[in-house]
C-alpha cells in the first residue's frame, strides 16, 4: 500500500482558501486519494476522493497532478469549524475478497485564525 | 439516520480486567474495522472483518478479541493481556467500491 507524506502543520486566516498538500509518489495505478478530517476527539469524517480527474463537493475540492504523485485539498472559504486534523490516504477499490486497507499517517493539523 | 454507534464514549477499567467495546452500524456494510489512536500517532489498524463470521487480524492484534456474528456488529475485546490499553479506540465500517470509510465517534477507555 503506497504512503503519504503532509506538512504537520499549517495556517490559515478565516474566510480564505486553504491548500493542504499530499505527496504519494508511489500511488499505483488503481489507487485511489481519499481526504479525511479529524476533529480533537472525534472519529475521522470523510471529505472526498479522487482517482485522476480533479473532484469538487459541497466539503471541498481536491486536485489531482497529472502525473498522480501529488494532490492538493482546497476549502475554499475556511471557517473556525474547519479546524482539525486532515489526512490524506491512498487505497485500492474494495471488492469482495479485497483485504483493502488504509495506512494512516499523522496528517496535517490546519488552525483556522480569526 | 444511518450511522456507526460505539458505546460507550468513556470507559474506565481497572489494569487486568478484559473490557469489550460495541460497535453497531445501520448502513448494510459489509466490512468493518477496529483502530487504535494514541496521542500524536496516526490511527492504527487492530482488526478488521469483510463479511460476517470472518475477521484477519491487522497491525497490532495482540491483546485484542473481536467477533462477526452479525453484519451490523463487530465488537472488541481488550484484553488483560493488552500491555498499553489505554487509548482512543475507533471502528469504522465500508462497503465494496471506491467510498472510503464511515467513522464512529469512538471510545476512549482508561485503565487504572
Known amino acids: 500500500d503506497a504512503k503519504t507524506t503532509q506538512p504537520p502543520s499549517m495556517d490559515c486566516a478565516e474566510g480564505r482558501a486553504a491548500n493542504l498538500p499530499c505527496n504519494h509518489s508511489?500511488?499505483?495505478?488503481?489507487?485511489?486519494v481519499y481526504w479525511y478530517r479529524q476533529i480533537h476527539s472525534q472519529g475521522p469524517q470523510y471529505i472526498i476522493h479522487?482517482?485522476?480527474?480533479?473532484e469538487t463537493n459541497e466539503m471541498a475540492s481536491l486536485i489531482i497532478t497529472e502525473d498522480r504523485k501529488s494532490s492538493t485539498l482546497i476549502l475554499p472559504h475556511a471557517t473556525l469549524r474547519d479546524t482539525a486534523v486532515y489526512y490524506c490516504?491512498?487505497?485500492?477499490?474494495?471488492?469482495?475478497?479485497?483485504?483493502?486497507?488504509?495506512?494512516w499517517g499523522l496528517g496535517t493539523s490546519l488552525a483556522v485564525n480569526p | 439516520d444511518g450511522g456507526i454507534t460505539q458505546s460507550p464514549k468513556y470507559l474506565f477499567r481497572k489494569e487486568g480486567q478484559n473490557v469489550t467495546l460495541s460497535c453497531e452500524q445501520n448502513?448494510?456494510?459489509?466490512?468493518m474495522y477496529w483502530y487504535r489512536q494514541d496521542p500524536g500517532q496516526g490511527l492504527r489498524l487492530i482488526y478488521y472483518?469483510?463479511?460476517?463470521?470472518?475477521?484477519q487480524k491487522g497491525d497490532i492484534a495482540e491483546g485484542y478479541s473481536v467477533s462477526r456474528e452479525k453484519k451490523e456488529s463487530f465488537p472488541l475485546t481488550v484484553t488483560s493481556a493488552q500491555k498499553n490499553p489505554t487509548a482512543f479506540y475507533l471502528c469504522?465500517?465500508?462497503?465494496?467500491?471506491?467510498?472510503?470509510?464511515?467513522f464512529g465517534s469512538g471510545t476512549r477507555l482508561t485503565v487504572v
Open positions: 469504522a465500517s465500508s462497503q465494496q467500491g471506491v467510498r472510503g470509510y464511515t
Open positions: 448502513l448494510n456494510h459489509d466490512a
Open positions: 472483518s469483510q463479511i460476517v463470521n470472518d475477521f
Open positions: 508511489t500511488i499505483s495505478g488503481n489507487e485511489y
Open positions: 479522487g482517482l485522476k480527474n480533479n
Open positions: 490516504i491512498v487505497g485500492g477499490v474494495q471488492s469482495a475478497g479485497n483485504n483493502r486497507k488504509l495506512i
